[in-house]
């Protein structure tokens, strides 16, 4: 198991246990007031965006070029932060990640 913090969108900070193998979105989709994930995890919808906080963005691997067009015309863009959580598959390297749910696009 790989732990995570959430804050999600209500602005609340949730501990959970997740599942390594298989990626961020899949493992918090379910959460009240989380990413939305209308694709499935297909990097075609970006509502499944977070912002990895900043002790954890650098230890990420690097957003390929697909994920960098569909996020970076986000108003809730962060260029060192922001991440689309289908892409980022957990490993035990990553226990304790901590990010945010990025605010929905209206």
């Known amino acids: 198991m790989v732990r995570l913090v959430v804050t999600n969108r209500a602005g ?3 501990k959970v246990e997740a599942s390594s ?3 961020l979105m899949e493992n918090i989709r379910e959460l009240d007031s989380s ?5 499935g995890g297909l990097c075609a919808c970006a509502t499944c965006h977070v912002h990895i906080d900043p002790a954890w963005a650098n230890r990420l691997p690097q957003r390929q070029e697909e ?3 569909l996020i970076s ?3 809730n863009y962060i260029a060192e932060q922001s991440r689309l959580s289908c892409q980022i ?3 035990k390297d990553l226990d304790g990640l901590e990010f945010t749910i990025a ?3 209206f």
């Not at 990413?35 to 694709?39: E, H, L, T, W």
């Open 12 to 14: 609340q900070q949730v």
């Open 21 to 23: 193998g298989i990626s």
């Open 35 to 39: 990413v939305d994930a209308i694709c």
């Open 67 to 69: 994920e960098t067009l």
């Open 73 to 75: 015309d986000s108003a």
């Open 89 to 91: 598959q957990l490993t």
């Open 103 to 105: 605010p929905e696009e």
